[in-house]
């Protein structure tokens, strides 16, 4: 009777696997030690701690300073000149006349090749590249951070599983060694059901480590100081897709990640010509003001005076080369990425496209199907056409059924997360 009523509890623990995979475990949530965390806390916080978003966010000044400079009415600043001479003459009669003479000016100098529209365009379109790229930033953050608490969520339900079948299974395993002792079951039977306990408390072993890796590695992904450990709230149940192939190829043109390649690769181009155009001699034109000569005969000088550089000897072949070198390579890079982006979002896109008929396959055929033979193995049971080995077996593919759905509902999720980010695809 005893063994009867365990293959019952058994059956009811696996027929309630459908409820189970869409709430968190009341039992892990009463743990004192725990901080409950939800998804969309965890994402506000990383956007707010994450060192390398916020190195990132730090680059801002210097492009927005450059881009300042660059938007200036004239690159080089006007220079003021001031000379005063004292001057000590000898005149006859062994007198000296003392003079002072004094002379000031302004000069400017001024491009003569276009250099300042160049150099706008260089500034105003790396600004442009480093926004996109924080953007990127952000969502690289939030497909990761998603990606690891729904691993986290997921490894806590498992715990869960495995536990209560341990539970089970011991209690199992601990009838059959009294029907043994008894004379009703025999050595094999109580050997079969004392390896199924030990093989649970592996698995929960084995579930316990990982789960406290991911916490431990979402906890300093987040930042959480001292003994705080999140606890994941959410549902594993993955909601509606809301976009189709065509939707997410037509959104790789607001792709962060490629619009900052596309404006670097601007900025490099602009680089480019402003090097070459820096080959033209700057032109500096001056005025200057003064006076001189002795104190009767004052005069007072204004001169102009207009200098240019000869390109002769230096021809900037140094700057202009690496400018090309880094202007091919952003194009490189930009197409690359073009390429790859759109393979990767038809991979990414069949691999989500399999992984949720993997669940529904789950959910809809393999569950069910288990559900029905663990009804039906427990009468069996009880009528003697069946005995403990096969009812093992059968419990057995329904733990091993309900572990696939938890993995494959992981793997759907960051599948999904990865897909999302790599066409640029925004939830809002």
């Known amino acids: 009777m005893r063994l009867k009523t365990l293959a019952l509890a058994c059956t009811l623990f696996l027929l309630s696997v459908p409820a189970f995979a ?65 001057r000590l003459v000898p005149q006859a009669g062994m007198m000296t006349e003392r003079r002072n003479e004094w002379t000031g000016g302004i000069s ?51 715990v869960e599983l495995e536990s209560q079948a341990l539970k089970l299974f011991d209690d199992a395993a601990a009838a059959v060694q009294k029907r043994r002792v008894a004379g009703e079951d025999t050595k094999l039977d109580a050997n079969v059901a004392l390896v199924e ?57 607001s792709q962060p990640r490629l619009l900052a390649l ?26 200057n003001v003064g006076r001189e ?44 990425a073009q390429r790859d982006t759109k393979a990767n979002v038809v991979s990414l896109w069949t691999r989500l496209a399999s992984q949720e008929q993997r669940v529904r396959r789950l959910q809809d055929v393999v569950l069910p199907a288990l559900t029905d033979n663990l009804s039906l193995s427990v009468k069996s049971r009880q009528a003697g056409q069946i005995g403990l080995l096969e009812l093992i077996v059968v419990n057995r593919q329904a733990l091993d059924a309900r572990r696939d759905l938890i993995e494959a509902l992981t793997e759907y999720h960051s599948t ?7 066409a640029g695809w925004s939830k809002e």
């Not at 475990?25 to 978003?53: G, K």
């Not at 790229?133 to 497909?143: G, H, L, Y």
């Not at 406290?212 to 709230?233: F, S």
């Open 22 to 86: 869409q709430a968190p475990s009341p039992a892990a949530a009463t743990t004192p030690e725990l901080a409950p965390l939800t998804l969309q806390e965890a994402l506000v916080r990383a956007a707010q701690v994450n060192p390398a978003l916020r190195a990132k966010q730090a680059e801002l000044a210097a492009a927005e300073g450059f881009n300042t400079d660059a938007r200036s009415l004239l690159f080089n600043n006007p220079q003021l000149a001031f000379d005063k001479t004292r």
């Open 108 to 158: 400017q100098t001024f491009e003569t090749g276009g250099q300042a529209g160049f150099r706008r365009e260089t500034a105003s379109s790396a600004l442009e590249a480093l926004r996109y790229e924080i953007v990127d930033a952000q969502r690289q953050i939030r497909s990761e951070i998603a990606t690891r608490f729904y691993r986290v969520l997921a490894l806590q339900q498992r």
């Open 197 to 253: 306990a030990e093989r649970a408390r592996n698995q929960l072993a084995l579930a316990r480590e990982q789960l406290n890796e991911e916490r431990n590695d979402l906890a300093a992904r987040l930042q959480l100081v001292g003994p705080a450990i999140p606890l994941a709230q959410g549902e594993l149940t993955p909601a509606p897709v809301g976009f189709v192939l065509n939707d997410l190829l037509g959104s790789l043109d």
């Open 262 to 287: 596309s404006a670097r690769e601007k900025s490099a181009n602009a680089r480019y010509r402003l090097e070459r155009a820096s080959v033209n001699p700057d032109l500096t034109v001056g005025i």
């Open 293 to 336: 000569g002795p104190g009767a005969a004052r005069e007072r000088l204004t001169t102009i005076s207009v200098s240019v550089p000869l390109p002769i000897f230096k021809r900037n072949a140094t700057g202009i080369g690496q400018a090309s070198t880094a202007a091919t390579q952003a194009q490189i890079d930009r197409e690359a």
């Open 416 to 422: 999904r997360a990865a897909l999302e980010l790599e």
